[in-house]
């Protein structure tokens, strides 16, 4: 995620790959494009280590569920973002060098109002689109991203247009526009959010060639991927890990980050990490039980 989600004016590459290169030569050893549950099992993981760690984050995007939807244009905001900091790197990347995942030259809506919205939004004015605009179905005050990170996008050039969601998309095979439906704030939700209420009447076609879904993430399935059914779940589907220690309800296996917290801040994950670390070291020192004879 450091490396290829997160765009390189909001954390330059170069800290990352030095950072990396500390913690090879401290002894970390990385095993790469390997897939837990195909390329080699958990419990195998299990059996090799004394202890392990599940920091995965959630990376399961939430679709939009509407008309025209599988058109050629709408595309999912990881995809994006990974295509821009992997031109970055210098890798050849045929989506982004068709136009696929390139905004150049084109007009850009991003569907969302979190940071991963932000960072699309922001990419795309680098890219060079045509204009930019971030469709979000409440105000500006009720969005979940950060001021600043609003802030700093409209003072690019961003188009925000609040009270406004997808209602589907126009064009057939490949994208012309989104169906946008006005909205408005109702009573508040469980969690005490206006809840928004679709404006009959007042729906309307924004013109797009590009468009950018960054709905949020979920967790996969973790214990049914890795063949691990034992493996403790939230309601949500993170993994279940004791507040302070991290530990997951198998002995020995700690989980921190995004998969424990859902969709958060690198900082929180940082936070975690370090305080699993630590949990882990008081583990390992415990003495070995000897079973008795």
Not at 175 to 197: F, I, Y
Request: with cysteine.
């Amino acid at each position: 995620m450091l490396t290829y989600g997160i765009p390189g004016f909001k954390l330059e590459k170069p800290v990352v790959m030095q950072r990396i290169a500390q913690l090879e030569q401290a002894g970390v050893t990385f095993v790469l494009n390997c897939r837990v549950g195909e390329d080699i099992s958990f419990d195998a993981i299990r059996g090799q280590h004394d202890a392990v760690l599940i920091a995965t984050g959630v990376y399961k995007a939430r679709d939009i569920e509407a008309p025209g939807v599988g058109a050629k244009g709408v595309v999912r905001a990881l995809d994006y973002l990974t295509a821009s900091n992997r031109k970055s790197f210098g890798d050849d990347v045929a989506e982004f060098d068709s136009g696929e995942l390139n905004a150049m030259g084109k007009r850009v809506v991003v569907i969302g109002g979190g940071d991963t919205a932000m960072d699309c939004v922001r990419t795309a004015i680098r890219q060079g689109a045509t204009s930019v605009k971030c469709l979000y179905r409440r105000d500006k005050a009720n969005m979940p991203g950060s001021q600043r990170e609003t802030q700093n996008a409209e003072e690019e050039g961003v188009d925000f247009v609040w009270l406004s969601a997808p209602k589907g998309f126009t064009g057939g095979d490949k994208v012309e526009g989104v169906m946008v439906q006005k909205m408005r704030l109702g009573a508040p939700d469980a969690s005490g959010r206006q809840t928004p209420e679709i404006i009959e009447g007042a729906d309307y076609v924004e013109p797009a060639d590009l468009v950018i879904q960054a709905l949020g993430f979920e967790p996969e399935a973790v214990p049914t991927l890795w063949g691990v059914p034992d493996l403790a779940v939230t309601r949500w589907g993170t993994i279940k890990a004791d507040f302070r220690s991290h530990a997951t309800n198998l002995p020995g296996v700690y989980a921190a980050g995004d998969i424990v917290r859902g969709a958060s801040l690198v900082v929180w994950a940082i936070r975690d990490g370090r305080e699993a670390a630590d949990s882990i070291l008081a583990y390992l020192a415990q003495p070995a039980s000897v079973a008795a004879e």
